[in-house]
């Protein structure tokens, strides 16, 4: 499967909106492409130093986030929504 590919089922973005989503990354700096050492013909995606850092400051961000939406909750009410989460996902084949 051609990388625009797996990256687009990665990511949740339809496939054919992929190569742009990818062009704005690499325009901002986050991504490269590179010549994919296993078919010279497709360019592999990668991240740049500033894309992982990028990377870094979101997930930060959602940790903070999650942390004050689940504030709220016990432990134990934590854990059981954690478990029904698992559940729904694993339903729906994820």
């Given at each position: 499967?051609?990388?625009?590919?797996?990256?687009?089922?990665?990511?949740?973005?339809?496939?054919?909106?992929?190569?742009?989503?990818?062009?704005?990354?690499?325009?901002?700096?986050?991504?490269?492409?590179?010549?994919?050492?296993?078919?010279?013909?497709?360019?592999?995606?990668?991240?740049?130093?500033?894309?992982?850092?990028?990377i870094e400051e979101l997930r930060l961000a959602g940790e903070e986030v999650e942390r004050e939406l689940l504030d709220c909750l016990s432990e134990s009410e934590r854990a059981g929504l954690h478990q029904a989460l698992r559940k729904l996902l694993a339903a729906r084949g994820g």
């Open positions: 499967m051609p990388v625009t590919q797996r990256l687009s089922r990665a990511v949740g973005v339809d496939p054919r909106n992929a190569v742009p989503v990818i062009d704005q990354l690499e325009r901002r700096n986050l991504v490269e492409r590179r010549p994919d050492r296993a078919d010279r013909r497709r360019h592999a995606i990668a991240l740049t130093p500033a894309g992982r850092a990028a």
